[in-house]
């Protein structure tokens, strides 16, 4: 069978065929993602600027704003504008560079929010311990081995999407190039490469999975045990944020990643696919600044100063 892959041109999923309704999800996506633009990147500046969010949470805080930036921008522009011009090509360059950074930021997100819960564990059950335990040194390390380590997926599985066979059909069943949709069109009957980046990548899903429950399972044991309930309600503040941003993200992967790609996918997948890969990213900062009354006191801040400066 010949190796067509030299033919670098897939084409992308649309979500209809009628320009009418191609201007409406530009339009939609473009806004959605205006929203997830603006809000991970007031976190990042708020944390930034403001000395008193110069903590271990806020700090992963800052770099799971960034990851969600970094992830969304990888996917929404691209959709967005072969709506626009309605062309639905990638090349083969671009779709291998989309599986990389998908992956990469993917992986990285759950690495954060595991250091997340490890970080409101430590706060509620060994709240005496928490700033030699959580040391800038501990955060930092842990943020760039979650960038890295990642980094090293991304690569194993993109350079397993460059050694797949494609000699039938380019039409990649999804809006985005990620893997199982790829693997759906290609011709190649082995792909080693990608099946064990698979198997080492549910290990390590597995693994924070488990880290994130055994944390959240000692934080609501010590939680009940405090006798008073505002001493409760204010512990159990601390981690809401990040309990929701955490099953959000869980909920759309499981919702998401358990069904196969389809050759012709419905309307229902398509929502699916959006809800893993554009609802977090721009739900995530929205969850963070209505629930975070620092967030909400530093933005206050910000802005009485930028007022007094026009005065």
Known sequence: MTNNTE?????????S?????QVLHAFL?????????MGNLLIITL???????????????????????????????KSILNSLSNKSTISLQG????????????????FILTAMSYDCYVAICHPLHHDTIMSRGFCVRMAAASWLWRSLFGTLYSAGTVSLSFCGSRKVPQFFCDVPSLLKISCSKAHMTIDISVAIGMFYFFVCLLA????????????????????????????????????????????????PASESPTFLD?????????????????????RNKEIRAALRKILWKLCGNKK
């Open 7 to 15: 033919e670098t041109e897939f084409f992308l999923l649309g979500f």
């Open 17 to 21: 065929d009628t320009r009418e309704l």
């Open 29 to 37: 996506f473009l806004l959605t993602y205006l929203v997830a633009l």
């Open 47 to 77: 944390i930034t600027l403001d000395q008193c969010l110069h903590t271990p949470m806020y700090f992963f805080l800052k770099n799971l704003s960034l990851v969600d930036l970094c992830f969304i921008s990888t996917i929404v522009p």
């Open 95 to 110: 779709c291998v560079l989309q599986v990389l950074l998908v992956i990469h930021f993917a992986g990285t997100e759950v």
């Open 212 to 259: 994130i429950v055994y944390s959240y399972v000692c934080i609501f044991s010590t939680v009940l045990s405090i006798p008073s309930v505002q001493g409760r309600s204010k512990a159990f503040s601390t981690c809401l944020p990040h309990l929701i941003v955490v099953t959000t993200f869980l909920l759309t992967r499981a919702i998401a990643y358990p069904k």
């Open 270 to 290: 398509l929502l699916v696919s959006v809800l893993y890969s554009v609802v977090p990213p721009t739900l995530n900062p929205i969850v963070y600044s209505l």
